[in-house]
């Protein structure tokens, strides 16, 4: 992402959080550092207060782009990722095959075949956002 940055002539900050005081920490860097955007990396910890990522986004004016829906439905702008209802369903269909006597050895390691994207055009607006129509078209959910 470094790479990309650079060539399109955007400063990128790598900051990291680890525990949930660390969070407030980032945003207050964000402040800082003028940031005009931030786009969360898929990490557990940060999956699992995802919700508490949403709210700081929207309470700090911070456009941001993370994973996960819940990001989403808490107040951040967008969320683009794999659909968890459609992990969940393979998962499943890989335990049944094993349950009825296949190898894991000899099953194919399944992959994510669809992505979600969710916008929160409400977000958006506060935040003094426009998103382009083709965008708004191509969006599994819009939350007005």
């Known amino acids: 992402m470094q790479t990309v940055a650079g060539m399109l002539g955007i400063q990128f900050h790598v900051l990291h959080a680890s525990a949930q005081r660390d969070i407030d920490a980032v945003f207050a860097n964000l402040v800082r550092l003028r940031a005009g955007g931030l786009l969360v990396a898929t990490d ?6 995802g919700a508490q990522l949403g ?3 929207l ?3 911070m456009p941001t782009v993370f994973q996960t829906p819940e990001f989403t439905t808490a107040g951040g702008v967008m969320s683009y990722g794999g659909d968890l209802k459609d992990a969940y369903r393979q998962v499943g269909v890989y335990a049944g095959r094993i349950l009825k ?3 894991p050895t000899d099953l194919p390691v399944p992959q994510a075949t669809k992505a979600e994207l969710i916008i929160n055009l409400k977000s ?3 935040l003094g956002l426009t998103v382009p129509l ?3 078209g191509r969006a599994d959910e819009v939350i007005e």
């Open 134 to 136: 083709p965008l708004l």
């Open 44 to 49: 557990g910890f940060l999956i699992r207060h």
């Open 55 to 57: 709210e700081l986004s």
């Open 59 to 61: 309470r700090h004016a």
């Open 101 to 103: 006597g296949e190898k």
């Open 124 to 126: 958006a607006k506060a």
